[in-house]
């Protein structure tokens, strides 16, 4: 059971949007950045979107995430078929045992 | 351009600790703005975060794992490590290395070593 939710399957056709969602509380995406990573099959996770909203450099402005209390949300428009992967949010925990880094289960995004 | 690799045995069998070495190239691990981390990844499973450490040798560590965690630091070869103690088959997975600023998640990934705990 992972800290944060996140559906586990999420599915479009290219050139849709798809938007993840992450679900979290109030000592986790309530007071802390979230960060959104793509994972392919076989493949280290490779960062997508830091501090809620920032991409990195080499990352298509296609990808976009928010935040809204203690909710964070991944966008995906003009769906491609190399969009196909893994997709993970996380975040810091302020939990009462020590912060940590806490994540989301994982979605599995298909494009059809 | 900064890499980490993680090293190691890829086969531990179960009740002994498992070891694991990263090594930062391209980088300074004793950099004032960086973490030093562990993540892993049961098999067809998520991301579970172990722990990390700076180069003073300052550690956070997952609660669930924190009583079988060590994480050390040598700057002087630019490596850390990871030591979990007393595994079982429910620690095979797929052990990343990673960096990350204090209260950040990981914005840098090691590409990932396989760890089977089997006798």
């Known amino acids: 059971q992972s800290v944060l939710t996140q559906p586990p399957s999420a599915s479009g056709t290219p050139g849709q949007r798809v938007t993840i969602s992450c679900s979290g509380s109030s000592s986790n995406i309530g007071s802390n950045y979230v960060y959104w990573y793509q994972q392919l099959p076989g493949t280290a996770p490779k960062l997508l979107i830091y501090?809620?909203?920032q991409r990195p450099s080499g990352v298509p402005d296609r990808f976009s995430g928010s935040k809204s209390g203690t909710s964070a949300s991944l966008a995906i428009s003009g769906l491609r078929s190399e969009d196909e992967a893994d997709y993970y949010c996380?975040?810091?925990?302020?939990?009462?045992?020590?912060?940590?880094?806490?994540f989301g289960g994982g979605t599995k995004l298909t494009v059809l | 351009q900064l890499q980490l690799q993680e090293s190691g045995p890829g086969l531990v069998k179960p009740s002994e600790t498992l070891s694991l070495t990263c090594t930062v190239s391209g980088g300074s691990i004793s950099s004032s703005s960086y973490y030093w981390g562990w993540i892993r990844q049961p098999p067809g499973k998520g991301l579970e975060w172990i722990g990390s450490i700076y180069y003073s040798g300052s550690t956070y560590y997952n609660p669930s794992l924190k009583s079988r965690v060590t994480i050390s630091v040598d700057t002087s070869k630019n490596q850390f490590s990871l030591k979990l103690s007393s595994v079982t088959a429910a620690d095979t997975a797929v052990y990343y290395c990673a960096r990350h600023r204090q209260y950040e998640p990981v914005d840098y990934w090691g590409q990932g070593t396989l760890v089977t705990v089997s006798s």
């Open positions: 996380a975040a810091w925990d302020d939990s009462l045992s020590g912060p940590y880094v806490v």
């Open positions: 501090r809620n909203n």
